[in-house]
């Protein structure tokens, strides 16, 4: 290759970003495309993991993207597909011609055809199934049936099991002479006559141990069979939970149907973390850097609105002491101290209250022992702060009640912000309502009101 299509290897180290895209190399692939020139474009894309090429697609815009695409044709590779973001792999599907979507998903395990057809419009949906073979695409229409969200969608259908009375020498033997085994598996699922999945034997109890010694006596001391109906947030937890690498997925019949490994398991629980996270910010989980204008403002304004609304709220407890503000000029310049104070502490108890009950670490053993803890820490910092902002009123005012006045206010509000970080997302909880989406409006509006109503009523109490 020569030195100007020469581009850093995967191995290679890098200094500045870890494992981001070298701009240099994207520079260069972005070149050949401008140049139409094929051969260029292959040998630097050659070297990148499928992950990178999604994310190079995600990143260049759309024109560059269907010039790539195009360019780059029947080398499209299958995993780039399932790890190309949902928004802009329907775009991908579009541009790619019939039979290069047709080789690169004939590749993919059931689970990633699934992943990718099941929130395609009905054509494209049809153009990925005609690209399967009969037995691939009945596999993928089974796992649609189930409910979105399910361990059915998550699970992939090509599974290795053995007879329950078989021994090591046996299932070696079955392996070697298998022709469709999955890519990567890391058990072998034993099962009863009624297909029923009785007990795992890893590769590597199974390549360490006699020809003689029975399956049975090596499977593992946990051993978890997942319903396909049930929640994938519940499968990625079971699998964080007890540490597991694969587990079988079984009907209403409790017959094995499928398996899902740790990989699948594990974005699950990534997307249920970034969901969580964006709305505790009050931003839509379907939002992507690459979405248009107009899709991103719908999906924030709804919130803005929200925080509006409690904005209004707090600013008609302020109404209430007109006069006083207008007597006393200090009062506005020291009201918006408590009640920031007071919202941050209360984002930072619920925060912890949000992940506490995601991963089901807050329960109802445990709950006032978090809620007096939480009051006591706002307590304390509220003492804290409340000295600081004390010495603050009297040297800035030269006036100890002033000081008092809003030392007292900071205890109490942070006091309230610990206690409604904790309940709020736990009453929302039972309520049946997604915590991480409501409790930071609520959450907001308790620290604002409480904040200014303890800080204005305190110091009409005793300054005027």
């Known amino acids: 290759m020569s030195d100007d299509t020469e581009v850093l290897a995967p191995e290679e180290p890098r200094e500045d970003d870890g494992y981001a895209l070298d701009r240099k190399a994207v520079a260069r692939i972005l070149y050949a495309v401008d140049i139409e020139d094929r051969e260029q474009l292959i040998a630097l894309m050659d070297p990148l993991h499928p992950a990178d090429i999604a994310d190079l697609l995600e990143q260049v815009n759309a024109f560059d993207r269907m010039r790539l695409i195009r360019l780059y044709d029947r080398e499209f590779d299958g995993e780039i597909l399932s790890e190309l973001d949902e928004t802009i792999r329907e775009e991908v599907i579009g541009v790619l011609r019939p039979q290069v979507l047709a080789d690169a998903v004939r590749d993919l395990e059931s689970d990633d055809v699934v992943d990718l057809v099941e929130d395609l419009d009905a054509p494209q949906q049809e153009a990925i199934l005609d690209a399967l073979e009969d037995s691939d695409r009945v596999a993928v229409e089974q796992s649609l049936t189930y409910p979105e969200y399910s361990a059915g969608r998550l699970m992939q259908r090509e599974v290795v099991m053995a007879p329950e009375h078989?021994?090591?020498?046996?299932?070696?033997?079955?392996?070697?002479?298998?022709?469709?085994?999955?890519?990567?598996?890391?058990?072998?699922?034993?099962?009863?006559?009624?297909?029923?999945?009785?007990?795992?034997?890893?590769?590597?109890?199974?390549?360490?141990?006699?020809?003689?010694?029975?399956?049975?006596?090596?499977?593992?001391?946990?051993?978890?069979?997942?319903?396909?109906?049930?929640?994938?947030?519940?499968?990625?937890?079971?699998?964080?939970?007890?540490?597991?690498?694969?587990?079988?997925?079984?009907?209403?019949?409790?017959r094995l149907v499928g398996m899902i490994t740790i990989d699948d398991a594990m974005v699950v629980l990534d997307e249920e973390h970034e969901e969580d996270i964006l709305r505790l910010a009050g931003v839509d989980e379907e939002s992507r850097i690459s979405d248009r204008v107009i899709d991103t403002t719908k999906r924030r304004f709804p919130w803005l609105a929200v925080n509006l609304v409690t904005a209004v709220l707090a600013s008609m407890v302020i109404a209430q002491f007109e006069a006083a503000i207008t007597q006393i000029v200090a009062l506005a310049v020291l009201m918006p101290i408590v009640a920031s104070m007071g919202g941050n502490a209360g984002t930072q108890s619920l925060t912890v209250a949000v992940r506490a009950l995601a991963t089901k670490d807050l329960t109802g053993s445990n709950l006032w022992r978090v809620i007096r803890r939480e009051v006591l820490v706002g307590a304390v910092n509220g003492a804290i702060f409340a000295v600081i902002m004390g010495i603050v009123g009297l040297i800035w005012f030269g006036s100890a009640q002033l000081g008092g006045v809003i030392a007292a206010a900071m205890v109490i509000n942070l006091v309230v912000a610990g206690l409604a970080g904790i309940v709020i997302p736990v009453l929302l909880e039972k309520a049946g309502v997604d915590p991480a989406l409501a409790s930071g409006a609520f959450v907001t509006t308790v620290t604002d009101v409480v904040g200014f109503f303890a800080f204005l009523g305190l110091a009409v109490t005793v300054l005027l």
């Open 166 to 254: 078989w021994n090591v020498g046996e299932a070696i033997d079955f392996l070697r002479n298998s022709d469709n085994l999955p890519e990567q598996f890391y058990h072998v699922i034993l099962v009863d006559p009624r297909l029923r999945p009785v007990g795992n034997v890893t590769l590597g109890k199974l390549m360490g141990s006699r020809r003689e010694v029975l399956l049975k006596s090596i499977t593992e001391e946990t051993f978890h069979v997942i319903p396909a109906a049930q929640d994938e947030g519940e499968v990625a937890y079971a699998f964080n939970q007890y540490h597991l690498i694969s587990a079988p997925v079984v009907d209403e019949n409790e």
